[in-house]
């Protein structure tokens, strides 16, 4: 998604969102990920106003004082930027890839199953699966931080019967163009 991201040239403007637009949206993230209202308020304080940053291909990416903080494709779910979660590591739940998928990670690649289940790889057990479409954080094996954000294009149940073809698509990582960026 960011692979090529230019602010000079991607961003087709920018616009202050209207105060229900912003209680629609701190809605939208407290139910789809893992926040509390306090943590939430800790990262965007309610009565600073949240920028909306109109992207090419249909990306959204909501700013606060000029740092990113979340970013969404169409009408799809909310995810965080990889700063962010760098600070919150609980927002998103996580899977693990083994040593061998992180080049291709870190080059922009979509995670294969054989990534997720092999001996470095792991996913959350039976009871705590994940459905598919789930925004997850995507740690690599032997790292402290997340090294990248997705989306499931199977449910780990799935990812571990299969094991064939894309397990997460990939929508950023680190050392991608919104990484690189710290103000927009």
Request: hydrophobic share 40%; proline share 7%.
């Amino acid at each position: 998604m960011f692979k090529k991201f230019a602010p000079a040239t991607d961003i087709a403007g920018q616009t202050i969102l209207k105060s229900s637009v912003q209680r629609s949206i701190r809605t939208g993230l407290l139910t789809q990920l893992k926040l509390d209202a306090e943590t939430l308020e800790q990262i965007w304080p309610k009565k600073e106003p949240l920028v909306h940053v109109k992207c090419r291909d249909h990306i959204s990416v909501y700013t606060l004082h000029g740092e990113p903080l979340f970013f969404q494709h169409f009408d799809g779910p909310y995810f965080p930027t990889l700063r962010l979660l760098h600070k919150y590591p609980f927002l998103l739940p996580s899977v693990t890839i083994d040593r061998g998928a992180i080049r291709f990670l870190l080059s922009g690649a979509h995670m294969m199953c054989p990534g997720f289940t092999s001996a470095g790889g792991q996913l959350p057990p039976a009871e705590e699966a994940l459905p598919e479409n789930t925004a997850v954080s995507i740690l690599a094996e032997g790292k402290e931080h997340a090294v990248g954000i997705g989306i499931t294009k199977l449910s780990t149940e799935d990812i571990k019967a299969i094991n064939k073809g894309v397990g997460v698509e990939t929508t950023c990582y680190l050392g991608d163009d919104l990484w690189n960026i710290e103000k927009l």
